[in-house]
C-alpha cells in the first residue's frame, strides 16, 4: 500500500483542506487513528523514543526509526508522515535514509536542520547548522526518492536559536532546494503562531495544538501533526498504573466485555480466525 498512500497524500495536499495527523509511536496507536476516521497519521521521534525507554536526544538510530516506519505503514491504509530526525549524517547519508524510509512504506518524512546529537523540538539548547549546510541535505533527499509522490518536508529549529529572520529566510531556501513542504518546529505562543501562518504562501506543516483545529485550519496550514493524544495516552497510562498500585484494582479495567472485544477486533482477530479455517478445514 507504500504507493498508494503516498499519491493519497499528495491528493490530501492539493485540497484547500488542512490534513490533521494525530501523533503514533506503535501500530496500536495508528490503527485506532485509522478507525477513528483520520486520513493520515504522523509518526512521532520523540514517542518512538520514548517507547524504547530514551528521551528524544538523536539517542536512536536510522535502523530503529526504519524498523518503526516499516511495522506502523504495514498495519494501517493511511499515510505515515514520518520523523527522519536530522538524515542521520551528511547528505550521502541522507541519501539511504531517504531509500530506507521509502521502502519501509513512509508518505512523507521530515529532515531537520539541528546539529548531531539532535534535540527534541520543544527543549532548550537547541543548536542548528549553518543554512548552507542544510541546502544539500535539501537536495539529497529530493534526488533520493524513487517515487515522486514521498513528500520531502524541511524542517528548521532556528527559532529558538536565531529568531523569525532566519527562519523564514531557511524556509524559503528550503523550498527553492525542492522540499514540497517546509516545517518550523518548536511553536510555543500565539504570537510564534501568527508569524508561522505569514510563511503560508508556502507549503506549511504545523506541530502543536495551540489552537483548535477549525481556528488553525483557517491559517492556511496544510498538516498539522497533532501530539495531544500522545500526553493524553501517559497520563491515563500513569493514572490506571498509580491507581492499580494504591487499590488494588483499575476502574474500567477487566477483561472480557465490549471494550476487550473491540480491542480484538481491532487487531484483526475475526480476519485471523477465518483465514485460519479456510486452511485448516
Known amino acids: 500500500m507504500s504507493a ?28 485506532l487513528a485509522e478507525q477513528a476516521g483520520f486520513e493520515a497519521i504522523y509518526m512521532t521521534g520523540f514517542g518512538t523514543s520514548a517507547a524504547r525507554g530514551f528521551p528524544d536526544l538523536g539517542l536512536l538510530t ?59 523540538g520543544f527543549l532548550a ?22 517515487d515522486r509522490n514521498l513528500v520531502i518536508i524541511a524542517r528548521t ?56 483545529v477549525a481556528e488553525l485550519a483557517q491559517l492556511g496550514f496544510k498538516i498539522n501533526i497533532h501530539p495531544a493524544t500522545m500526553m493524553v495516552a501517559f497520563e491515563s497510562m500513569r493514572s490506571a498504573l498509580r491507581e492499580l498500585k494504591s487499590t488494588g484494582a483499575v476502574t474500567g479495567g477487566r477483561l472480557g466485555g465490549g471494550m476487550f472485544d473491540d480491542f480484538v477486533n481491532l487487531m484483526g482477530a475475526p480476519e485471523m480466525d477465518a483465514l485460519g479455517k479456510k486452511y485448516n478445514d
Open 4 to 31: 498508494e498512500s503516498r499519491a493519497r497524500l499528495r491528493e490530501l495536499l492539493a485540497q484547500k483542506k488542512m490534513t490533521v495527523a494525530p501523533f503514533v509511536f506503535d501500530c496500536l496507536q495508528a490503527k
Open 62 to 120: 536510522m535502523t530503529e526509526m526504519v524498523a518503526n516506519v516499516r511495522a506502523i505503514a504495514s498495519a494501517v491504509k493511511i499515510p505515515v508522515i514520518c520523523d527522519a530526525d536530522t538524515g542521520y549524517g551528511n547528505p550521502m547519508n541522507v541519501w539511504r535514509t531517504v531509500h530506507e524510509y521509502e521502502e519501509a512504506g513512509a508518505a512523507a518524512m521530515h529532515i531537520e536542520d539541528q546539529v548531531f546529537p539532535k534535540r527534541c
Open 125 to 146: 539548547g537547541k543548536q542548528v547548522i549553518p543554512m548552507d549546510e542544510m541546502l544539500p541535505k535539501v537536495r539529497a533527499a529530493c534526488d533520493a526518492r524513487r
Open 157 to 212: 529549529d532556528a527559532l529558538a536559536v536565531n529568531g523569525w529572520e532566519d527562519v523564514m529566510r531557511r524556509c524559503r531556501a528550503y523550498r527553492e532546494a525542492g522540499a514540497d513542504m517546509v516545517f518550523v518546529d518548536g511553536i510555543r505562543t500565539r504570537d510564534d503562531l501568527a508569524n508561522y501562518a505569514k510563511l503560508t504562501d508556502l507549503p506549511v506543516l504545523y506541530n502543536g495544538a495551540i489552537l483548535p
